[in-house]
């Protein structure tokens, strides 16, 4: 899947992926900021999240619009700056009034410089491909970017909680899920007496001899300044993403081309008529409409999933379990995973060899780590957003391999057929979530009152969760990029790649109704909403099938 791609990718998709992992970080412990600084209810918390997620992913639009006319490259790079500027903002401690407005600056400057770097770098990726030697690699291609995209955000969990456990260790502290929102009760005076029960003996356990005012308020200001670090980490990222991309874009400057500008020799853009054009932009705005809903259900991850993992989810984890908790031990199952592909798909003996020994090695020292860890693993409920893109990375040269095989049998499936097909596996991700969700209390009556260790479930309810998930994003994500790429006219490849993430951004503002959601109503009943949305969009899309494979060939 490596052979004989442009140098140009990979300098494109590391890039990237230093973007990406600072974002993910940001991203992992934003919600849990938002309600730990500012003591926000879900539903607030959902609205910022949700709007912060529409403007991220609809600023793509301005910036491709931008793009189209004065070059993808300067986007880019002035993309980078700004969202700098806006990951500095966020980390810096500050007092809750002035920090609420700093928040919302910095949000908005994240989400400017995010739509002039994402959409436009992904455009170039897309120019890559339309040489000739290049054009049917196109699909693997954006395979291999998403991968790449989804090793920054793997390592990202385990920076943010890094960052948690340091500040809070600094100050006497550790983490406990629950104190935040009964510590912001406690202050308003609106906490019940059960809850002021359960909060003192969480003092107790926390060794805090002062008041329980003071105690209130200072685990709150450290739990955020904990957070503030991590959005620390998101600045370094950015400064080794814009190395990357400044040293090694002699690889892909010839990428960076739009309708306006000359073209490499070997590139040729294809004339369509008016109607073809129109066929095409229609085309790709009937996949925009379904892919809303799927972007409605996967960004769940980062506001009602978390919340889940945080309130419904088992604090610690033995046995096997432990493993998955380790980014590194999910490295090196990655490893393990490539280096049996390429045992067996190597031509050569040595390289046989090699891969053999790779693979053995990598599970060598899995198996030390397993014996070296500790009986029991604490785990913070960021941390299960590891698992979407340790599944990506995994599973990808599964998914090209199955794919491959079935394009040499003439059986592979339309991009617009892979979309659909991703539609239902996600529904069935959230049937597994509902089930496991079935016999809890609501989340008021948990914020009311706590819930009994002995209630709380399996982390692997989550983690099959967002296996089941990773399945219908690999159908869906990179190929809707690929089709966009690949049908959008040329006249209008930056607009058209600004609205597939305009459709992005109102999934993600759609996040929020979920999140509206969490409080009375059964939490089976939560997902089961997720479920009948992506099973109504999978009929839709496959009611217009024909029209879609039409202009995909």
Not at 102 to 126: D, E, H, R, Y
Not at 267 to 285: D, F, G, S
Not at 442 to 466: H, K
Not at 525 to 544: G, N
Request: overall charge neutral; charged content about 10%.
């Amino acid at each position: 899947m490596f052979e004989g791609q442009p140098k140009g990718l990979y300098a494109l998709a590391l890039a990237n992926t230093g973007e990406r992992f600072g974002y993910y970080t940001m991203l992992a412990i934003f919600t849990l900021f938002l309600q730990a600084k500012f003591g926000f209810t879900a539903a607030t918390t959902s609205t910022i999240f949700a709007s912060f997620l529409a403007g991220v992913y609809f600023m793509p639009l301005i910036g491709g619009i931008l793009a189209d006319k004065f070059g993808y490259g300067k986007m880019v790079t002035t993309g980078i700056i700004i969202m700098f500027a806006g990951y500095v903002l966020l980390a810096i401690p500050m007092a809750t009034n002035i920090g609420l407005y700093s928040m919302f600056g910095a949000l908005a400057l994240i989400a400017l410089g995010t739509g002039l770097f994402k959409g436009n770098l992904q455009v170039m990726v897309g120019n890559l491909y339309d040489a000739p030697e290049y054009s049917a690699k196109r699909d693997t291609a954006f395979s291999l970017f998403y991968m790449a995209i989804n090793i920054g955000a793997l390592f990202a969990p385990t920076a943010a909680t890094a960052m948690t456990n340091y500040v809070l260790g600094k100050a006497g502290f550790s983490y406990v899920p629950q104190i935040p929102s009964l510590a912001h009760q406690f202050l308003d005076g609106t906490i019940t007496a059960e809850g002021e029960a359960t909060l003192t003996a969480m003092q107790t356990a926390q060794n805090f001899t002062g008041s329980m005012a003071d105690f209130c308020t200072t685990y709150i200001e450290k739990l955020s300044e904990a957070y503030n670090y991590g959005f620390g980490v998101a600045c370094i990222s950015l400064i080794a993403s814009m190395a990357i991309y400044i040293i090694f874009r002699p690889t892909f400057k010839h990428a960076d081309y739009n309708s306006k500008q000359a073209k490499p020799a070997n590139v040729h853009e294809e004339e369509l008529t008016p109607a073809q054009t129109k066929e095409r932009i229609v085309a790709l705005l009937l996949v925009f409409a379904v892919v809303i809903f799927f972007w409605m259900a996967f960004h769940q991850n980062g506001l009602t999933m978390t919340f889940f993992a945080r309130d419904y989810t088992a604090h610690e984890v033995t046995g096997m379990d432990r493993l998955g908790f380790s980014v590194w031990n999910l490295a090196l199952l990655i490893v393990t995973v490539y280096a049996g592909f390429s045992l067996f798909q190597s031509k050569t003996g040595k390289g046989k060899l090699i891969s053999g020994v790779i693979a053995t090695l990598a599970l060598v020292v899995l198996g030390i780590n397993y014996g070296t860890m500790d009986p029991t693993l604490p785990i913070l409920p960021q941390i299960f957003q590891q698992f979407n893109p340790f599944f990506v990375v995994a599973l990808t040269p599964v998914s090209l391999a199955v794919f491959g095989s079935l394009a040499k049998k003439g059986k592979e499936p339309s991009a617009p057929r892979k979309i659909g097909i991703g539609m239902v596996i996600a529904a069935v991700g959230f049937m597994l979530l509902a089930f496991g969700s079935f016999g809890l209390p609501t989340p008021a009556e948990v914020e009311a009152n706590g819930i009994a260790e002995s209630a709380l479930v399996s982390p692997n309810w989550l983690i099959s969760t967002y296996l089941v998930l990773t399945f219908a994003e690999l159908f869906l994500s990179p190929m809707g990029i690929s089709f966009v790429s690949k049908v959008a006219p040329p006249k209008y490849k930056g607009a058209m790649m600004g609205l597939w993430f305009v459709a992005t951004a109102i999934g993600n503002y759609l996040v929020a109704i979920i999140g509206y959601l969490w409080g009375d109503m059964q939490l089976w009943m939560v997902w089961s909403v997720l479920i009948v949305c992506c099973l109504l969009s999978a009929l839709f899309i496959f009611s217009i099938m024909k029209k879609l494979e039409k202009v995909a060939k």
